[in-house]
């Protein structure tokens, strides 16, 4: 489980908003995937979420790059070309799992690869562009 408390927060709100709602989302899914070990696999519930999961990403990543245009944030396309990189990822992950319902692989994803990258990511591009938001005045409307 993510513990929101021990995310690190950034410096808009709109970002940190997004990231307790992936939080939630993705401790809804290790949820699922957990009780699969006491032989209680949902796996619709899983596609379900993890479908959840994706869009909600799309949405969230798609605030982050609408700001960083607007400010016209230098390094934009290394940030918006990672969110691209976790997109086709988390699509693939989702595609397997309904085909072949392999809860291991859909395990090391959701319980290492994605938390792990998830804290990362804030610690690292969305920290430096919340603070460019903010610089800049921003959040701005559009
Ligand atoms: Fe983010
Ligand atoms: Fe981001």
Same mark, same amino acid.
């Given at each position: 489980?993510?513990?929101?408390?021990e995310?690190?927060?950034v410096?808009?709100d709109?970002?940190n908003?997004d990231?307790?709602?992936?939080?939630?989302?993705?401790?809804?899914?290790?949820t699922?995937?957990?009780?699969?070990d006491?032989? &209680?696999?949902?796996?619709?519930?899983?596609?379900?979420? !993890?479908e959840? /999961?994706?869009?909600?990403?799309?949405? +969230?990543?798609?605030?982050?790059?609408a700001?960083m245009?607007k400010?016209?944030?230098?390094?934009?396309?290394?940030?918006?070309?990672?969110h691209q990189?976790?997109?086709d990822?988390?699509t693939?992950?989702?595609?397997?799992?309904?085909?072949? &319902?392999?809860?291991?692989?859909?395990?090391?994803?959701t !319980?290492?690869i /994605?938390?792990e990258?998830?804290?990362? +990511?804030?610690?690292s591009?969305d920290s430096?562009?919340?603070?460019?938001?903010?610089?800049?005045g921003g959040p701005?409307e559009?």
């Amino acid at each position: 489980m993510i513990d929101f408390n021990e995310v690190p927060k950034v410096a808009v709100d709109f970002m940190n908003e997004d990231h307790e709602e992936a939080t939630h989302i993705t401790n809804s899914l290790q949820t699922l995937v957990g009780a699969a070990d006491n032989g &209680e696999v949902n796996p619709q519930g899983i596609s379900d979420t !993890l479908e959840e /999961l994706l869009t909600h990403c799309r949405e +969230h990543f798609a605030r982050e790059e609408a700001q960083m245009q607007k400010i016209n944030f230098p390094p934009y396309h290394i940030h918006q070309s990672e969110h691209q990189r976790v997109l086709d990822e988390m699509t693939q992950v989702l595609e397997n799992w309904r085909k072949h &319902e392999e809860i291991a692989t859909l395990k090391q994803y959701t !319980l290492e690869i /994605l938390p792990e990258w998830f804290v990362s +990511h804030i610690e690292s591009m969305d920290s430096v562009t919340a603070m460019f938001i903010a610089r800049a005045g921003g959040p701005f409307e559009l």
